[in-house]
């Protein structure tokens, strides 16, 4: 069955860097783009980054553009995360999710982790 | 930017209500539009894809419509365990995406 762990959250104070880590299972990897979605305390959902299946086109939302890196490893069936210059509003629980498309042109978001906690306090 | 607006933003229903959730896109989105159900502490579930289809092993008191800017989510006979928040989302911008900003349904 398919399963995506995350790992890597934990306490960091401000200006800090992380890398979170996605573990793939149950499926072909290297087959689907992935995504990156964070929800801070209490509110909504957020996209933050998607990467191709090879790794070589990526998108960032404007809020972490520059600060977030996305990658991934085929080989390892894992997605990354790397979070630098961490601030308080970074503050959340981010999940990786995997991207499903079915033809034409429709996509959804088909299975999730069980997310990660960061949170950015001195 | 795509914005999405889901209305209301929470409601009180009792067990076996009609409920419905509307979502409406800043621009037509066509039917690119999903929708999610997220309990406390969990990940997100899908639950609609492309405005009207429904996920696999979702039960069918739950279905979506609408169109280019509007859309709705609708449960039918609501149970215990659909207490939940729920999210749409637009895909027409993939791979860059939207959320609303969710809708809390609560026992009255």
């Known amino acids: 069955q398919v399963q995506l762990v995350e790992s890597g959250g934990g306490l960091v104070k401000p200006g800090g860097s992380l890398r979170l880590s996605c573990a793939a299972s149950g499926f072909i990897f290297s087959d689907y783009y992935m995504n990156w979605i964070r929800q801070a305390p209490g509110k909504g959902l957020e996209w933050i980054s998607s990467i191709s299946t090879s790794g070589d086109t990526i998108y960032y939302a404007d809020s972490v553009r520059g600060r977030f890196t996305i990658s991934r490893d085929n080989a390892k069936n894992s997605l990354f995360l790397q979070i630098n210059s961490l601030r308080a509003e970074d503050t959340a629980v981010y999940y990786c999710?995997?991207?499903?498309?079915?033809?034409?042109?429709?996509?959804?978001?088909?299975?999730w982790g069980q997310g990660t906690l960061v949170t950015v306090s001195s | 930017d795509i914005q999405m607006t889901q209305s209301p933003s929470s409601l009180s229903a009792s067990l076996g209500d009609r409920v419905t959730i509307t979502c409406r896109a800043s621009?037509?989105?066509?039917?690119?539009l999903n929708w999610y159900q997220q309990k406390p502490g969990k990940a997100p579930k899908l639950l609609i894809y492309?405005?009207?289809r429904l996920q696999s092993g979702v039960p069918s008191r739950f279905s979506g419509s609408g169109s280019e800017t509007d859309f709705a989510l609708t449960i039918t006979s609501l149970q215990p365990e659909d207490f939940a928040i729920y999210y749409c989302q637009q895909s027409y911008t993939t791979p860059t995406w939207t959320f609303g900003q969710g809708t809390k349904v609560e026992v009255k």
């Open positions: 621009q037509s989105i066509s039917s690119y």
């Open positions: 999710a995997r991207r499903q498309w079915e033809l034409p042109t429709i996509y959804y978001f088909d299975y």
């Open positions: 492309a405005a009207s």
